[in-house]
């Protein structure tokens, strides 16, 4: 499950300055260290011999469990005849990636989804080995993979033809990350109808915060709306900007920077009088005392966990997520029922829109790359084949055979339910393994049984479906994964990005808790302008074209 993705590509953390100064330091940033060793072979070459020591880097989930305690992990490595000294980040990626990069000093492996951008290979060339050679000779899974699904060939290979990072397929999930969620009950308890646009979800919202929805007695504990926290590097999911659908704009995997396609056209919605309008309402719902007073300071941990109230008492009453379960947990989710994307107003005929995800969820960008510098290349090329097994594979995705997958004897599988039923689980596989931040290759031919969320989120994203199907998926859905840009058009465009968002992140936020986008609004744009944004679109749109015309 990508919430996940938010946290990664996204996935938009702040940044602190805190540095990173090697590869070998003794702890990670929470002070973590693991290791996995090994004491057999996989190759002739390896027999009778010690196992290759290395040194990784994997930012993972903060709900991840240290790399040690993972069963299949330590089984991999040591098929690989390799011992890794790991470094386990869970937060501040960007600013320690900075430090990494332009010190020079990489590990033998950098794990994590796009924690490597294909920005990054082109800002520090000779930094990342090209993979090319090491797969043909040292990983036929990642090769099968290629065979299979050579879109993630394409996904995998840079302008130059070389391939720095590896792409992954997760196989199994559906179109959408976000799902719009409502606590039923509480429109039950008062009366309420489902809202169907945005003055109706005002006044729904406002209702639970004034007339005690969750009905304990008290009117101030009710949290009308939350969303998940806004970093500095741009927007990630279950954040609002979904809402922008309501005014005719398709994201596209987030479209955490801005960047969205309309009729064939790439456009920025920071720039757009529809950002604005949406800025506009959110400033009025935060007025009102709507949405979380922490919404901008809570971290993940603290927005789910918030929303999981206590015992049966609901503390959230509109939000986006995942899955029900992993959401809101097991004791409150029959309360909330998933939603249809909200219109503006009653009489707007807009088409609307929604985050189509459905490439980024099952393929996946630069997920692990090899240093340069590192003088056991093959060594790691073994173990990341071992990553791209399909039975290996299920194990990152959702943990261990045995504890989290159940062997069925006859090359079927199935995933289990927590040992903890109080746990969902999305926390339990985001707990227990690398799930969706990591490499792999679920290949179609794999035989397993989903659990009870992956079964049930289907049926969460049918209220969305009549819109994502509407989505012309040429002309409306920027097709990201598939282009591959020169090096100089990637510098040009990651420069122009950090400028864009140090201006559009902080006017978010502040705009959103204290108003003041329509006084700033022409000025803003001004400034934006200078960032560099309409070079990007330009760019953007150069290769959009390019890439419809051969396809």
Known sequence: MKKKKWLTLALATSLTALALTGCGSDSDNNGNESSTSTDTQTSTDAQNSAPVKLTAIFTKHPLTKELAKMEWLTEAAKRANVEIKWQEVTADWGQKKAALLAGGDV????????????????????????????????????????????ETKTISTQADGKIY???????????????????????????????????????????????DANGDGDVNDEIPMDFAPVGTGGFGYF?????LGSLGITLTDGSGQGYFLEDGKVKNFFLDERYKTFVEFLNKCFAAGLINKEVFTQDYTKYQSVARGTGDKAKVGFSWGWEVTDRFGNALAPQYTAMAPLKYSADDNTQLGWDYDYNSLNYGVNMVSISAKSKNKDAAMRFVNELYDPKVSMQVLFGSIGPNIKDNGDDTYSVLPPTDTAMDPGTWKWTSTFADNGPMYIADSLNLTLGTDMQSVGKQTDPLMSVINAIDKDKDVLPSMFIKYSSADNNAMSLNNTNLMNLAMSKFSQWVTKGGIEKDWDSYVKNAQKTGVQQNIEIMQKYYDDYMAKK
Do not use: C
Not at 115 to 143: E, H, M, R, W
Not at 182 to 195: A, E, F, K, S
């Open 239 to 243: 954040h609002p900007t979904v809402l």
């Open 165 to 211: 990072g590896l792409s992954k397929y997760q196989r199994f999930w559906p179109a959408t990350v976000s799902r719009q969620y409502i606590n039923q009950q509480w429109l039950d308890n008062l009366g309420l109808q489902m809202p169907t646009n945005w003055d109706e979800l005002y006044n729904v919202l406002l209702a639970f915060k004034e007339k």
């Open 107 to 150: 590990p033998d492996l950098i794990i994590g989804p796009n924690a490597i951008t294909d920005a990054d290979y082109s800002q520090f060339p000779g930094l990342f080995a090209d993979l090319t050679d090491l797969i043909a000779k040292d990983a036929p899974n990642v090769q099968a993979m290629f065979d299979a699904k050579p």
